[in-house]
């Protein structure tokens, strides 16, 4: 994913992989930081992190709203950050979301820890770089 397409789309397809070896699509908003690493959030005890850390191999696709990819499938590995990384995949959201993202984090924050989903985790996404 170069960085005009994640500037350019706001909605990404994020495939990641089961038990079974079989792929699970989310729709995910994503951030670039220009070296092939992209950013996301999400609640710590939610399916895709629980396959993200059994299997980090991860694939991606501009999409729209519903996850349906709207692009080229791009490979890679996912890894859940935090510290100073944590930081800098909060920052570039924040940039490229705006409002929106700091609406989402209001709700992860209060939501998220009273049910099941956990605390919100930012996830780092290490990609292929596109042929």
Avoid at 6 to 22: K, P, Q, W
Avoid at 76 to 85: M, P, T
Wanted: aromatic content about 10%.
């Amino acid at each position: 994913m170069r960085r005009r397409e994640t500037s350019e789309g706001r909605y990404f397809a994020l495939r990641t992989f089961g038990v079974d070896g079989r792929g699970r699509v989310t729709p995910v908003w994503l951030a670039a930081r220009g070296d092939g690493r992209h950013y996301l959030l999400t609640p710590e005890r939610s399916r895709k992190v629980r396959r993200l850390r059994r299997d980090p191999r991860v694939q991606v696709a501009l999409s729209d709203f519903d996850g349906t990819a709207r692009g080229e499938w791009r490979h890679g590995r996912a890894y859940v950050v935090d510290g100073a990384e944590r930081e800098v995949g909060l920052s570039l959201l924040g940039a490229q979301y705006g409002l929106s993202f700091r609406w989402f984090r209001l709700v992860l924050a209060l939501g998220r820890p009273r049910r099941a989903g956990g605390r919100a985790v930012v996830v780092r996404l290490d990609l292929e770089a596109a042929p």
